[in-house]
Every structure is written in structure tokens, then in C-alpha cells.
């Protein structure tokens, strides 16, 4: 297995940008039309669970969600007190907006969602009160806000952390190539690998692609995670 292989499949069919917000994206898995993608632990625990991909390496730690709100609110503190509320959120199938969700199971006590894809102006639509709350990943609220967006704005509480992004491979890739990459992944440096550099660069949202470190799939953490899709998201059954 070459690196430079690795890059040009992962570049061609990475699964990512425009093609995942496509309403068409399940259907596009479904027919083959991907053989290499690294997304969301729910979209990856999906092909796993559907046959149509193999896992190959997940990035190290978890996905960390925040539920902020604007310095001046002193009483949201809970999940319950954002019923009937405003809350900003990316579109689905978005993990963040999919786990959000599955904090109100009764569909008659919900808080509004304003669907809002420009994580860095949340803020914004906070602060001018567009938003009682947003959802936002813990490492573009630390690294992307300044000190002074921070000052302006509260965590109200965090979301429970969420296993990583993921690396799947469909059956064109052979069970050799798989092991051959999964291996590379998760002994290079990524300060130094151009194949790894690659990949956090395209899958890998708000770090340093040369501090992303990858490993083996842990598919005990990945079983079930499917169901956050099924149940919530339309077009993923």
C-alpha cells in the first residue's frame, strides 16, 4: 500500500463538503459510489451496520459538544429549560444536531430549531437574539473565539462525548490494503506523513492536522450509534 495511493483515492471519493449536506448523499452510499470516507461515527456505524463498508481507523479522542448561550442568560442551565426556546444548530444529518435531538423524546415539549451552518457566527446570532442557544463543538468555541466572544457568552452544559470521526473502506478495497492502511494510519506521525496530513485535513474539522492521531476502530463504541441516523434523520432507514 502506497501513501501516495491513499491520498488520490481519499481526495477522489472522500465523502465529505458539498456531498454530505447532498439529500442524496444515503442514496449515493447505498449504490457504491464511494470506496474510501472518513465522516461522523453515526454516518460510518451506518455502512458498517448496512454491509456496505469495513471500518479501517477512527482519530483519536472524542467529539465534545457544547450548549452555549449569551452571558447576560443566568437561567437556561438544562436540556429542559431549552423547551419552546430558539436553539441554533447545523442541518441534518449533523451528529451535533442528531444527539441535541435525542435529548427530547416528547415531540409536544422541543425547543425550535434555526437551522445554522456557520459555526463561527453563532455568536453573533446569540448575541442579537436570533438564538437562545446554539450547539457548537467545544474545539471551535475554545480555538476559533477570542477572549472577548468568550466573555459575551455562557456553557450552559455540555453534551455527552461521542466517539470520533471514522475511516471506512467498501469491499473494492481488500482486506490486505485495509490492514495495510489501518496500520499506517496508526503509527505515523502526522507531523511528518503526507497521507495522514491528508486525511485530518479532510476529515478532521476545527484541530491541527498535525496533532490528529489515528487508531483502531473501536466497534463495541460504534454498535447501535446507526439508530441516532434511522431514527432521526429522514432518507437514512
Known amino acids: 500500500f502506497q ?32 470506496d474510501l470516507i472518513v465522516d461522523g461515527s453515526h454516518v460510518a456505524a451506518w ?16 467529539l465534545d459538544y457544547l450548549v452555549v448561550v449569551p452571558a447576560s442568560n443566568t437561567t437556561i442551565h438544562s436540556a429542559e429549560q431549552l423547551i419552546n426556546r430558539t436553539v441554533c444548530v447545523k ?7 442528531l444527539i441535541f ?7 409536544m415539549q422541543q425547543p425550535e430549531l434555526r437551522i ?25 468555541y475554545q480555538n476559533k473565539f477570542d477572549l472577548a466572544t468568550q466573555a459575551k457568552l455562557r456553557v450552559a452544559y455540555k ?14 478495497l481488500s482486506a490486505e490494503k485495509r490492514n495495510a492502511l489501518a496500520k499506517h494510519l496508526s503509527t505515523a506521525n502526522p507531523a511528518s506523513d503526507p497521507l495522514l496530513q491528508a486525511l485530518n485535513k479532510v476529515g478532521v474539522n476545527g484541530e ?22 434511522t431514527k432521526n434523520a429522514y432518507g437514512w432507514n
Request: one cysteine or more.
Open 101 to 107: 435531538i435525542e435529548q427530547f423524546p416528547n415531540p
Open 116 to 140: 445554522f451552518d456557520d459555526q463561527a457566527r453563532k455568536p453573533q446570532k446569540l448575541l442579537s437574539g436570533e438564538c437562545d442557544a446554539a450547539v457548537l463543538p467545544a474545539n471551535v
Open 159 to 172: 453534551l455527552a462525548p461521542l466517539p470520533s470521526n471514522v475511516l471506512t473502506a467498501s469491499d473494492k
Open 3 to 34: 501513501a501516495e495511493d491513499g491520498i488520490r483515492d481519499l481526495v477522489r471519493s472522500r465523502g465529505l463538503g458539498d456531498v454530505y449536506k447532498r439529500q442524496d448523499y444515503p442514496q449515493a452510499l447505498r449504490k457504491g459510489q464511494y
Open 47 to 62: 455502512r458498517i451496520a448496512k454491509g456496505l463498508h469495513k471500518p479501517v481507523a477512527e482519530a483519536q479522542g472524542t
Open 208 to 229: 491541527d492536522p498535525s496533532n490528529v492521531r489515528w487508531a483502531e476502530v473501536k466497534t463495541n463504541a460504534l454498535q447501535g450509534f446507526d439508530k441516532i441516523l
Open 91 to 97: 442541518a441534518s444529518p449533523n451528529l451535533s444536531t
